[in-house]
């Protein structure tokens, strides 16, 4: 069976204040999936995909890594850090700068790099009653010659 795996998730989070109005958040993740029994692929929708809103802003959500086609190849294996800045404005607003860089790795047979992919960005929250929305500019740091620039995201929450 397809569905026989173990998956392995580790998601670590700290904030700082640095001084009253400004915060800094850091966040580190591993993921791994393993197969067992007779088993040796696990199935694409159990896979580890990022980019996004919520990993690695600037690249479109699932398209961290990508194959001919265009569509977002999922690996065994991702790794994923991100630093944020947050500043707080006032009357519910907050400011933010970030850097967010991580890989997919251990495809099931599909090309692609396991190279680290990164990028910067920034962005603006309004605060709710129930939690924060925003928009969020990622830039790419190593656009690839087929790649857009950045990307917009659209947050309701913190990203982490």
Do not use: C
Request: without cysteine; aromatic residues 16%; proline residues 4%.
């Amino acid at each position: 069976d397809i569905d026989d795996y173990i998956k392995y998730r580790l998601d670590t989070r700290y904030y700082y204040t640095v001084l009253d109005p400004l915060v800094i958040a850091l966040r580190g993740y591993y993921g791994f999936i393993q197969p067992y029994g007779n088993n040796s692929r696990v199935a694409e929708d159990q896979l580890f995909f990022l980019g996004g809103t919520s990993s690695v802003r600037g690249f479109d959500e699932n398209l961290l890594l990508y194959d001919a086609a265009g569509k977002g190849v999922g690996g065994q294996e991702a790794i994923l850090g991100s630093i944020e800045g947050r500043y707080d404005l006032g009357l519910n607003f907050e400011f933010s700068a970030f850097y967010d860089i991580g890989a997919v790795r251990k495809t099931q047979g599909k090309t692609g790099s396991d190279a680290f992919r990164d990028s910067v960005g920034i962005g603006f929250r309004y605060m709710t009653p129930i939690g924060p929305i925003g928009l969020l500019y990622g830039w790419k740091l190593d656009p690839l010659p087929d790649e857009s620039a950045g990307s917009l995201h659209f947050s309701m929450g913190y990203t982490f």
